[in-house]
């Protein structure tokens, strides 16, 4: 651990030894709320959780390590992992950092024209959406653009392209997308079929609540079948879907993911410019320099506002944008997550001394990422509770060992869940009812099960909703006990 353990007397040797019990001498109890807190044997025994557990808790000020179990012990991170790259992408880009998509003429407007090519150029913005990309299009229309003599180009490498975050994953799976240089709807699609008669109509779309783009980019065509619910095939760039009739019902949707997502966003945005009257032809990609006049741009929210909502709704497409555009600044040219997630796992080794720290992505989509608890409170008391990451962290309410909200509870808690299947983690801070700050990390894992999933059950594999179910009572329980005994 950092040095104010090393001065709390937790040699490095005996961490090495990964202990089973804490190296703390145990809090005597001083009020009737410390005497009826749980052991820690008896709630590890109450969980009943198989596979493994490691879990450190700590003074987020002076790094004091209070209680732990297995701190060294390496596990997935599950989504704990954003709040790695949050920290990563804070340090290297600014929480002023903007992402801008713009859109180039390459030559004048005359007669309501543009003497050239008009070229969509993306930045990587994570979170732009159909709404946004409609008004790029209506400043079209307010500059008195009708149309175009040359091509309608979209470019979009300024991010490496990827076509699925973790390839481990279901095909059908929305928070499994590509990654692009332009980005739109968390790269989804909106599919939706309703009955009629003995057939269905599907609809695939771009909408948001003012625009319901039709999109072409990505086809679906209901079969005969029971299984698989979802086949997925690219064909000349377009996503090809199939989808079992007898999983239909009587009408439904949902979001899929895309895998051109630089092509859908380009194909999304000549809908709506024609929507405003501006026709443009058939979009082509280009990859080389564009030199021309800015006719319009949108500019995302800071980098502050974009990680909050990420941690808050764990989406994949951002943190793994953040942190590829993190190791690019950091003069780094990843052509893959998990060479841009090596140069996290650099950072995060070079800054904080982490010495488990293994990220091949930045989501934690991927089970193969590997981080210790003990690693990661060091990284949280070097940051410190009043660093923007606690702020930024969701606030999450306690729980009794009912399940339910426990009332009048004296604690609060910031953190970033994590959640796969058979595997569950949470790490930020809990700050006690007498002000202490404690910096923790809870990592469960059953590997053994985990492994055992085939592909295509890999969206709700039996089992894995029990199990999580007691991995997060187990989380909400260790909290309860460290706000008792280390923060009132």
Not at 41 to 61: E, P, Y
Not at 170 to 179: E, K, Q, S
Not at 424 to 450: C, N
Request: charged share 20%.
């Amino acid at each position: 651990m950092s040095a104010s353990v090393t001065a709390a007397a937790l040699s490095s040797s005996a961490l090495a030894n990964a202990p089973t019990t804490s190296l703390v001498p145990k809090p005597r109890p001083s009020d009737a709320i410390k005497r009826t807190v749980s052991e820690l044997d008896t709630l590890l025994g109450k969980a009943n959780l198989s596979g493994q557990i490691g879990f450190v808790v700590a003074d987020a000020r002076t790094g004091l390590v209070l209680e732990a179990r297995n701190p060294t012990l390496d596990l997935p991170p599950a989504s704990v992992a954003k709040a790695v790259t949050t920290a990563y992408g804070l340090a290297t880009l600014g929480s002023g950092h903007r992402f801008v998509t713009r859109i180039i003429a390459t030559g004048p407007i005359t007669g309501g024209k543009i003497q050239g090519d008009l070229v969509l150029v993306g930045g990587g913005d994570p979170t732009l959406d159909t709404n946004q990309l409609a008004e790029l299009a209506k400043a079209l229309k307010t500059k008195g653009i009708k149309g175009i003599t040359g091509r309608f180009r979209y470019k979009a490498n300024d991010l490496p392209y990827v076509q699925s975050i973790d390839p481990q994953q279901p095909d059908h799976l929305g928070y499994n997308p590509a990654i692009s240089g332009l980005n739109l709807n968390y790269n989804r699609v909106y599919f939706e079929w309703k009955r009629s008669g003995d057939s269905y109509a599907v609809a695939m779309d771009a909408r948001s609540d003012r625009f319901k783009p039709a999109v072409t980019s990505a086809r679906m065509k209901v079969v005969n079948r029971k299984a698989p619910i979802y086949t997925y095939k690219a064909v000349s760039g377009v996503d090809n879907w199939t989808v079992a009739r007898g999983a239909l019902g009587k009408g439904g949707s949902r979001w899929l993911p895309v895998r051109k997502p630089a092509l859908y966003t380009a194909e999304v945005f000549q809908v709506l410019a024609q929507s405003y009257g501006v026709k443009l032809p058939k979009p082509v990609e280009s990859k080389s320099a564009i030199n021309g006049t800015e006719i319009a741009r949108d500019s995302s929210e800071d980098l502050g506002v974009i990680a909050r909502q990420m941690l808050k709704y764990s989406t994949n497409l951002t943190a793994e944008v953040i942190g590829v555009m993190a190791s690019q600044r950091r003069s780094a040219k990843p052509g893959t997550l998990a060479a841009s997630g090596r140069v996290m796992s650099q950072w995060a080794k070079e800054k904080y001394g982490l010495k488990s720290a293994r990220f091949v992505d930045h989501s934690g989509l991927s089970d193969a990422s590997r981080i210790s608890a003990d690693d990661m409170v060091d990284l949280l008391v070097n940051l410190g509770p009043d660093h923007a990451l606690h702020g930024l962290m969701k606030e999450i309410t306690p729980r009794g060992e009912d399940g339910k909200k426990l009332a009048g509870a004296g604690h609060k808690i910031r953190a970033k869940t994590g959640t796969l299947n058979f595997v569950s983690a949470l790490s930020g801070f809990v700050t006690g009812a007498d002000g202490t700050p404690l910096a923790f990390a809870i990592f469960t894992a059953d590997m053994d099960k985990r492994k055992s999933i085939k592909r295509a059950d890999r969206e709700r594999p039996p089992g894995a909703r029990t199990w999580s179910t007691r991995s997060r009572w187990l989380q909400y329980q260790l909290l309860n006990r460290w706000a008792a005994l280390y923060g009132s």
